[in-house]
């Protein structure tokens, strides 16, 4: 169950400063707007020379085909009504979240503008003021405009004007408090540090630490190895810090090489036959490299529809172990209260490692071990196996190294069959053969899907064509996706388990 200040109504207001924004706009660009019943939810606007002006609202475009195309007089009437274009092509509105952003030609001119409208929306974060009020690092994660850097304002205004926090706003391009020297009210009393150009963000995000004593560091859009070492040392010094990043899930970030150390990095682990066979795994091993620097990751679906991933560490640690992740699910409903759609799985031993695709379950014939201690260890160890009493239906034999090699075991050589033997007829000999046995199959499905991927690189480098993967389990799929990198290629994972499986393919 939620907490109880959790399910209540929201109050949602929107401040747009629609009037502000239409009037940067040509007068007849201006009217037509206007005339629209659904202005409200306008995104965009689209002035490209030699087009037609088009409008884009959530669910629809529209395009003025009755008026003359875009010429550079109208381009030039909202250049010069704007601030100033930054190293990154992006302007704004004085006073506003409204966003320009510039397309030029060879020679820098200006040949397109998006006027992208900015809201400020309050009453939004109810559904996860509970783990902002943690004190946690927090990355949030989702598609573009799906509402992070909405997000992120209501935390700089609620940590800032309701939980009396230190906090400050590092804007790299003044997406989130707006254009101009005055912050939009949007967050609250929070101070804001605008930063130069994109690829000083890193070393604004260390100064604001070292020179203003912030309790909270709010940051837009971390995408370089720069800036993600910026944020662990942040996070290290006690500095809560609340961003988003490039990327939909946690999985994505996992296998992204510049920001996986944000989530603890990867790192490729050779085990001594001992460790491997005390473990229980094959010898070479995906492990975490460090503890993450986000010890929480919420991935927003839609504005009302987010899935948290309330221990980052443990979640990464089970998914290098093939176990796919199940974060907590919560949504807004439409009479405004929030629900739990889905509970957080807390423990590695609720679910199983996925397997590495569809297959069927081992048969064992046992030959003089005993029946019971074996159907308890495959029961304990939870394996994919059952016993036979049908030798010919069998994929291995079980038997004690005593018991010579007659009978019905000299018919296991004349079927090929595998045989294993054990010293004593104890448990603890019967569940360390039974270990041995799966290990063997699962370093030998490892090799073989490598082999595939190795085999589809080559296809694909060759002949251009797109190749799909043979299901397989979340670790073994991250070493595909390593693979194809390796090789400048692109990859992705689509399914569900346990048929997800990896695509790779040439640009």
Same mark, same amino acid.
């Given at each position: 169950?939620?907490?109880?200040?959790?399910?209540?109504?929201?109050?949602?207001?929107?401040?747009? +400063?629609? @009037?502000? =924004? %239409?009037? $940067?706009?040509?007068?007849?660009? #201006? &009217?037509?707007?206007?005339? *629209?019943? +659904?202005? @409200?939810? =306008? %995104?965009? $606007?689209?002035?490209?020379?030699? #087009? &037609?002006?088009?409008?884009? *609202?959530?669910?629809?475009?529209?395009?003025?085909?009755?008026?003359?195309?875009?010429? #550079? &007089?109208?381009?030039?009437?909202?250049?010069?009504?704007?601030?100033?274009?930054?190293?990154?092509?992006?302007?704004?509105?004085?006073?506003?979240?409204?966003?320009?952003?510039?397309?030029?030609?060879?020679?820098?001119?200006?040949?397109?503008?998006?006027?992208?409208?900015?809201?400020?929306?309050?009453?939004?974060?109810?559904?996860?003021?509970?783990?902002?009020?943690?004190?946690?690092?927090?990355?949030?994660?989702?598609?573009?405009?799906?509402?992070?850097?909405?997000?992120?304002?209501?935390?700089?205004?609620?940590?800032?004007?309701?939980?009396?926090?230190?906090?400050?706003?590092?804007?790299?391009?003044?997406?989130?408090?707006?254009?101009?020297?005055?912050?939009?009210?949007?967050?609250?009393?929070?101070?804001?540090?605008?930063?130069?150009?994109?690829?000083?963000?890193?070393?604004?995000?260390?100064?604001?630490?070292?020179?203003?004593?912030?309790?909270?560091?709010?940051?837009?859009?971390?995408?370089?190895?720069?800036?993600?070492?910026?944020?662990?040392?942040?996070?290290?010094?006690?500095?809560?810090?609340?961003?988003?990043?490039?990327?939909?899930?946690?999985?994505?970030?996992?296998?992204?090489?510049?920001?996986?150390?944000?989530?603890?990095?990867?790192?490729?682990?050779?085990?001594?036959?001992?460790?491997?066979?005390?473990?229980?795994?094959?010898?070479?091993?995906?492990?975490?490299?460090?503890?993450?620097?986000?010890?929480?990751?919420?991935?927003?679906?839609?504005?009302?529809?987010?899935?948290?991933?309330?221990?980052?560490?443990?979640?990464?640690?089970?998914?290098?172990?093939?176990?796919?992740?199940?974060?907590?699910?919560?949504?807004?409903?439409?009479?405004?209260?929030?629900?739990?759609?889905?509970?957080?799985?807390?423990?590695?031993?609720?679910?199983?490692?996925?397997?590495?695709?569809?297959?069927?379950?081992?048969?064992?014939?046992?030959?003089?071990?005993?029946?019971?201690?074996?159907?308890?260890?495959?029961?304990?160890?939870?394996?994919?196996?059952?016993?036979?009493?049908?030798?010919?239906?069998?994929?291995?034999?079980?038997?004690?190294?005593?018991?010579?090699?007659?009978?019905?075991?000299?018919?296991?050589?004349?079927?090929?069959?595998?045989?294993?033997?054990?010293?004593?007829?104890?448990?603890?000999?019967?569940?360390?053969?039974?270990?041995?046995?799966?290990?063997?199959?699962?370093?030998?499905?490892?090799?073989?899907?490598?082999?595939?991927?190795?085999?589809?690189?080559?296809?694909?480098?060759?002949?251009?064509?797109?190749?799909?993967?043979?299901?397989?389990?979340?670790?073994?799929?991250?070493?595909?996706?390593?693979?194809?990198?390796?090789?400048?290629?692109?990859?992705?994972?689509?399914?569900?388990?346990?048929?997800?499986?990896?695509?790779?393919?040439?640009?």
């Amino acid at each position: 169950m939620l907490p109880k200040k959790l399910s209540t109504l929201r109050e949602e207001t929107i401040t747009d +400063n629609m @009037e502000e =924004l %239409l009037a $940067v706009l040509p007068p007849d660009i #201006r &009217e037509w707007l206007q005339g *629209f019943s +659904n202005l @409200e939810d =306008l %995104l965009e $606007v689209i002035l490209d020379y030699g #087009r &037609e002006v088009e409008a884009r *609202f959530p669910d629809m475009s529209i395009i003025w085909k009755e008026r003359r195309k875009v010429s #550079r &007089e109208d381009i030039e009437w909202v250049v010069s009504r704007i601030g100033a274009f930054g190293k990154d092509n992006r302007a704004g509105i004085n006073g506003t979240l409204h966003r320009i952003s510039a397309i030029r030609n060879r020679d820098g001119e200006i040949t397109g503008l998006t006027v992208r409208v900015g809201r400020a929306v309050y009453g939004t974060l109810d559904i996860i003021r509970d783990v902002i009020e943690t004190g946690k690092n927090i990355l949030l994660l989702g598609r573009p405009g799906v509402g992070k850097t909405t997000k992120l304002r209501e935390v700089a205004r609620v940590l800032s004007d309701e939980l009396h926090k230190r906090v400050i706003v590092v804007d790299t391009s003044n997406e989130i408090a707006g254009d101009g020297d005055i912050p939009h009210p949007a967050i609250g009393s929070a101070r804001r540090m605008q930063v130069p150009s994109p690829e000083l963000q890193h070393a604004v995000m260390i100064e604001a630490v070292e020179n203003h004593m912030p309790e909270v560091i709010v940051i837009d859009e971390i995408g370089t190895e720069q800036e993600a070492y910026a944020a662990r040392t942040i996070a290290e010094r006690g500095v809560q810090l609340i961003a988003t990043a490039h990327g939909n899930t946690l999985e994505n970030l996992l296998l992204n090489p510049t920001l996986s150390d944000l989530v603890g990095g990867v790192q490729v682990v050779t085990l001594s036959d001992e460790e491997a066979k005390r473990r229980g795994t094959q010898k070479t091993i995906m492990e975490r490299k460090a503890p993450p620097t986000f010890d929480i990751v919420i991935e927003i679906m839609d504005m009302d529809r987010l899935a948290i991933h309330h221990d980052v560490a443990k979640t990464v640690d089970m998914m290098l172990k093939g176990v796919p992740p199940q974060p907590e699910i919560r949504m807004r409903n439409p009479e405004g209260k929030i629900e739990v759609l889905q509970a957080p799985r807390l423990k590695e031993e609720e679910i199983a490692p996925s397997p590495a695709g569809p297959t069927r379950p081992k048969r064992i014939f046992p030959y003089g071990v005993s029946r019971n201690k074996l159907e308890k260890a495959l029961r304990d160890l939870h394996l994919p196996a059952h016993i036979t009493k049908n030798i010919r239906e069998a994929d291995v034999v079980l038997s004690l190294s005593a018991h010579q090699r007659k009978g019905r075991l000299g018919e296991a050589d004349k079927l090929g069959l595998p045989v294993y033997t054990l010293k004593s007829n104890t448990y603890s000999q019967i569940a360390s053969k039974l270990k041995e046995i799966f290990q063997a199959d699962e370093l030998a499905a490892e090799e073989k899907a490598i082999r595939e991927t190795e085999q589809a690189i080559a296809h694909v480098l060759a002949t251009g064509e797109a190749v799909e993967l043979s299901p397989q389990n979340a670790y073994i799929r991250h070493l595909q996706h390593q693979l194809a990198q390796a090789y400048g290629l692109h990859s992705e994972s689509s399914g569900v388990e346990p048929y997800r499986r990896v695509r790779i393919w040439k640009e």
